[in-house]
């Protein structure tokens, strides 16, 4: 059973997202307008589906935001200067003294973990993978692979981790002209993580049920998986009405 889930909410996101190489055919009023209007109702989805299916667990929520818990099961943890963008997510890995799991506020559950997800002996696990040829040209490489991070399971959370993952991001990913160059984002914390298990040669329990992308299945297949990742915008428009449509039963906090 996992006792400890991680969210982040971190109020007014950083603009500069909006202007990023694969966001450029979003306008930038309306991506403000949506982000907005979906932020706490996403964080409301996950506290729902998590109370509901680890009752007896603790939701540790990292943000800026005086937040009211909606929960008993709650535990706030507010940070003023915590980053307005991807980079806050760094700030996961020593939150707490014990195991974790991870979650995007941008992810539908549709039951518990399976016990794999938490067996391994790395200090992180997460479960999508995809070969990224931008990263490749980035790190002139010639086969990269950049993990997901939309769900992960920190299983030795540690300062060590924290400081190194904000290091390889200072001092590898930090040059905004190559980055755009490569049509790549910044302030993303997946580069990191990937650059991280490369360096390592570490291999993550990868589960095809765990996190897939909305994106690439249908609604009426939503239900095969653990869970599910609305990435895009066209998607995460869909994801309160997808919930209230397939979670009825999960009641209102």
Aim: charge should be neutral; glycine fraction near 0%.
């Amino acid at each position: 059973m996992i006792k400890n889930f991680i969210l982040l909410f971190y109020q007014n996101k950083d603009e500069s997202y909006v202007n990023e190489p694969k966001m450029s055919s979003v306008n930038k009023n309306e991506f403000q307008s949506i982000y907005k209007s979906i932020q706490k109702p996403f964080l409301n989805i996950s506290v729902k589906m998590l109370s509901h299916f680890y009752p007896d667990s603790t939701i540790h929520i990292l943000t800026n935001d005086s937040l009211k818990p909606s929960s008993r099961n709650i535990c706030l943890h507010i940070k003023n200067d915590l980053p307005r963008n991807h980079l806050a997510k760094f700030k996961i890995y020593n939150l707490i003294n014990e195991p974790a799991m991870y979650m995007d506020t941008d992810i539908l559950i549709n039951r518990q973990f399976p016990e794999t997800a938490t067996s391994t002996q790395n200090d992180i696990n997460m479960f999508q993978k995809y070969n990224s040829k931008r990263l490749s040209n980035y790190l002139g490489v010639e086969s990269a692979i950049a993990y997901s991070a939309s769900i992960i399971w920190i299983n030795r959370p540690s300062d060590q981790l924290n400081c190194e993952l904000e290091e390889i991001n200072h001092s590898t990913f930090s040059n905004d002209k190559k980055l755009i160059e490569n049509n790549m984002c910044r302030n993303n914390d997946e580069f990191a993580l990937s650059y991280y298990c490369m360096k390592h040669q570490i291999q993550m329990n990868l589960d095809e049920s765990i996190s897939k992308p909305r994106s690439q299945i249908s609604i009426d297949e939503i239900n095969n998986y653990q869970s599910v990742h609305y990435t895009k915008m066209e998607f995460k428009k869909k994801m309160i009405d997808e919930f209230h449509q397939l979670h009825p039963y999960i009641k209102h906090l």
